[in-house]
């Protein structure tokens, strides 16, 4: 196997005297889409945001590519080629895609006071970079506002790639989005691993995750419950170990319950109606 | 490979046909355009004899031209999401400050208008800096600074001058040199036009040429749209919103110079109560008041419609109190239109977006 892009050891992070991460190891290959799964507070959020240079961890080593390194600043990470993909996508809805995918990285041409915008250039550039992921626009002046929420997500990734990510972060891309969208960023976060990038992708979702992850890292109270390739473990088990299998079949006797209260309750109802 | 690309461009070509209306209601400016052709052809209708010539066209643009060039910046502070309260009143401080400075000191009108714009710039930033660094809204921000330059303007003048008025400007050194590039008049085909109309109109296409065709008009629509998404691309949204109200300050004190030279004179109260027939010119032209969308030409627009019913009143021989009445109607009407436009131009695009998924699906 290659050496991996990015690690983490025995990482913690405190927050006062909340333990958000504690002892917590990792590794992300280039080429892969290595997986972050856990329940709400699990630390998902806090791990990426110390990879992303947003946080610095209390305790730990972070390597990216072979070398110990801390990020000061979200900048500084995305310097090195880390890129990260928030839910709010970082897109101004009014504006149309082309002017959204090089916000704040305007192309130019020209010199002087006629120093301009390469209009041309970026409409082409976003048709043949969305191309290139699948992505098929009509017409790049669409405003983003119009875009659905897949499409919009797929713009976002499309843009950390031509903007030469080598680690890409995706918080939970998929968990506002309907089966069909989420299937379609899915393709596209496949696609972006196929073009040698590390990505990290993390969901609520082991249906979600399964069918493109290449490694599966499990967090649960701060801590590495588990980390497995994929020919390592079934879909079954990983949501096995996600939820802790008691606790899934209390939830499922608790529904049962209140499912079946609520239909009572219906049949009263239509009978005093009647 | 091939193949997919000339599909792609069939495809493209395609498109391009039937995204001509869809574009045309896109723009910002389209429903300020209609606008004015209706209130040049309504007055058309109802006095047709001054109207339809040339003196009826210098009229309009003689009337238009200074609110043209306030409203052009303040539809790009508005698309950058901050409104400037202060703008008005800023026309006559920087008028008083030249005015004074030269007829008390007797310096060159050239240096005075030096000051006076120092002072602008100065003040303009004061605006920017406490928006962006206490987050309040720049309507309060702005509010204040109107109420302060108010007072002041009366109070310094007073002690100046002893008057509320500062006159014989035009007896200062430099006057006649700097009335000939700001505001003469000359003739054109027998009518009376004046050197502020070309300001404005070279203005409003800088101001376009900025908005649509440099980065830096990109971080403008962007810092309006969505100051947070914008920031975290890398754009200084907080020193595009400092050099927004810097702009309108700027704006202004070529207008407040604009008037000196005109006037001869400068009175205390100049300029109270227009920074909202800015804001409405602005709107009228398809600026929205929560940013992030709107245009240079159609601020420019609605400058000019408000030039036509001025001046078409007065031409009708109607009571100038209708002005207003004429002017809300007009404020109205242009909101529910570009409101419908935009959503129009949305809705297309959505049953664009929906037509070709289906299609996909199809396939
Ligand atoms: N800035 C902070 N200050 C204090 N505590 C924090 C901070 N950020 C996170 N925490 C705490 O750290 C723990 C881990 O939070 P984190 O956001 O990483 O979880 P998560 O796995 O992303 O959860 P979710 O699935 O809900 O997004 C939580 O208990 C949270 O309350
Ligand atoms: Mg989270």
């Keep these: 196997m290659t050496e991996p892009i990015l690690a983490v050891r025995k990482i913690s992070k405190l927050f006062g005297s909340v333990i958000a991460l504690s002892d917590v190891s990792a590794e992300v290959y280039p080429g892969q889409v290595t997986c972050l799964l856990g329940d709400n507070g699990a630390g998902k959020s806090t791990l990426i945001k110390i990879l992303a240079g947003v946080h610095q961890q209390t305790d730990g080593d972070f390597f990216f590519e072979g070398k110990r390194v801390k990020f000061n600043s979200p900048r500084e990470a995305l310097a090195r080629g880390i890129a990260t993909v928030y839910q709010d996508l970082a897109m101004v809805p009014l504006m149309p895609i082309w002017r959204n995918f090089f916000l704040g990285a305007e192309p130019e041409k020209g010199r002087g006071l006629f120093r301009r915008y390469d209009i041309e250039f970026a409409k082409r550039t976003v048709r043949e970079e969305l191309g290139r992921m699948g992505i098929d626009i009509r017409d790049p002046d669409q405003p983003v506002g119009t875009m659905s929420g897949g499409e919009r997500q797929s713009v976002a990734i499309a843009r950390a790639v031509y903007f030469g990510a080598k680690v890409l972060i995706l918080d939970e891309p998929t968990a506002a989005l309907g089966v069909k969208q989420a299937g379609t960023v899915l393709k596209y976060i496949a696609r972006a691993a196929a073009r040698d990038l590390g990505v990290i992708f993390i969901t609520h979702n082991p249906h979600h995750a399964y069918p493109v992850g290449d490694r599966f890292i499990i967090l649960k109270r701060g801590r590495t419950r588990g980390i497995w390739n994929k020919d390592e473990i079934t879909r079954e088990e990983m949501i096995r170990s996600m939820s802790g299998a008691d606790e899934m079949e209390a939830l499922t006797h608790e529904l049962d319950e209140v499912t079946r209260r609520r239909e009572t309750n219906k049949l009263a109802d239509s009978e005093a109606g009647s | 490979m091939a193949t997919k690309a000339t599909i792609a461009g069939q495809r493209d070509e395609r498109v391009a046909q039937i995204g001509f209306f869809r574009n045309l209601f896109r723009q910002p400016e389209v429903g300020a355009v209609i606008g004015a052709v209706v209130v040049w052809a309504f007055f058309a209708i109802v006095t047709p004899d001054n109207w339809v010539s040339v003196t009826g066209v210098a009229r309009i643009l003689d009337s238009s031209s200074t609110l043209g060039i306030m409203a052009v910046a303040v539809a790009l502070l508005m698309i950058g999401g901050e409104f400037d309260l202060s703008a008005g009143v800023m026309t006559g401080t920087t008028a008083l400050i030249t005015g004074m400075i030269s007829t008390q000191l007797g310096w060159s009108i050239w240096l005075t208008m030096l000051v006076a714009l120092a002072f602008a710039l100065i003040v303009g930033y004061l605006n920017g800096v406490m928006v962006v660094k206490t987050g309040l809204p720049s309507f309060i921000i702005t509010l204040a600074t109107f109420f302060i330059l108010r007072g002041a ?36 085909l027998g009518a009376e036009f004046r050197t502020v109309t070309i300001w404005w109109i070279i203005l409003t296409v800088i101001a376009s040429w900025i908005l649509l065709r440099t980065r830096y008009g990109n971080w403008i629509y962007a810092t309006g749209g969505d100051a947070n998404a914008a920031r975290s691309q890398g754009v200084p949204s907080q020193w595009v919103k400092i050099a927004l109200f810097m702009t309108t300050a700027t704006a202004a004190w070529l207008v407040g110079t604009m008037n000196d030279l005109r006037l001869r004179s400068a009175v205390a109260s100049q300029g109270i109560g227009n920074e909202f027939i800015f804001i409405i010119a602005a709107v009228i032209g398809g600026c929205l008041l929560t940013g992030g969308y709107g245009s240079a030409i159609g601020a420019s627009m609605g400058a000019l419609i408000f030039g036509m019913v001025r001046v078409g009143i007065t031409f009708a021989g109607w009571d100038t109190d209708w002005f207003y009445a004429f002017l809300g109607v007009m404020l109205l009407v242009s909101v529910l239109v570009n409101d419908f436009t935009r959503k129009r131009a949305e809705a297309v695009t959505v049953a664009g977006a929906k037509a070709k998924t289906e299609e996909k699906e199809a396939a």
């Design chain 2, 153 to 188: 303007n009366v109070g310094v003048t007073r002690l100046v001058v002893n008057q509320v008025r500062v006159a014989g400007i035009d007896k200062v050194p430099g006057f006649e040199a700097a009335r000939l590039l700001f505001n003469t008049e000359f003739q054109i």
